[in-house]
């Protein structure tokens, strides 16, 4: 069974706000652009760190949307949003996180790190399997699902060795295919694994 997703809730108030942010966004965008599927993007895009922002800080309701405030300068300076990425963090910090508050099973497992190989090997990058290494050592460390996210982590560190191989990076991270926008949120969400660790401790 697959847990990682999140239904929204149109009868809570900061759901029905990012709605009606998001459209709004996207008719910006449209208009400015002067394209649809540009508009789509940036809507897309302002959503999308609304939600990212609400797995960092679920306790507080409000904050994503200061991030969702900042994200709105995509409606001047859009060139392009890396939406599966963004899907891709999303899954890596609920299955981390646990905020779903269901127990972790072998599809969440399975379809991020399939995910996580498709961007691996699309964009020649090993940073993608890195990120989903170091989950899967944070389950370990916590002794959650050791059979499984051991299992897990062991076929990202033969797909990381096999992508080094066989793509001939020359460096072990090739990173010229990703936006800073990308490696900064991919640096904050593996440093929040280590967050997580400690809070969890406590």
Do not use: C
């Not at 963090?89 to 190989?117: E, F």
């Amino acid at each position: 069974m697959f847990t990682l997703g999140r239904k929204i809730d149109l009868g809570y108030r900061p759901n029905q706000i990012i709605v009606i942010v998001t459209l709004l966004s996207a008719l910006s965008g449209w208009l400015y652009t002067s394209e649809l599927l540009s508009g789509l993007a940036i809507g897309g895009g302002v959503f999308s760190t609304w939600a990212l922002s609400r797995e960092l800080d679920p306790r507080h309701e409000f904050s994503a949307f200061v991030a969702s405030a900042f994200s709105l300068i995509m409606i001047v300076y859009y060139d392009s949003i890396q939406l599966l990425v963004i899907a891709w963090l999303l899954l890596l910090l609920r299955m981390t996180n646990g905020i779903t508050g269901k127990k972790l099973t072998i599809i969440d497992v399975l379809s991020v790190l399939a995910l996580t190989a498709t961007l691996t090997f699309s964009e020649e990058t090993s940073l993608y399997l890195i990120t989903f290494i170091l989950s899967m050592l944070y389950f370990i460390i916590s002794r959650e699902r050791m059979a499984l996210t051991l299992s897990a982590g062991a076929v990202g560190l033969v797909l990381l060795i096999t992508q080094t191989i066989f793509q001939q990076t020359n460096t072990f991270m090739s990173v010229a295919g990703l936006t800073p926008l990308t490696l900064f949120a991919i640096s904050a969400v593996s440093f929040s694994f280590i967050v997580f660790w400690f809070i969890s401790e406590d």
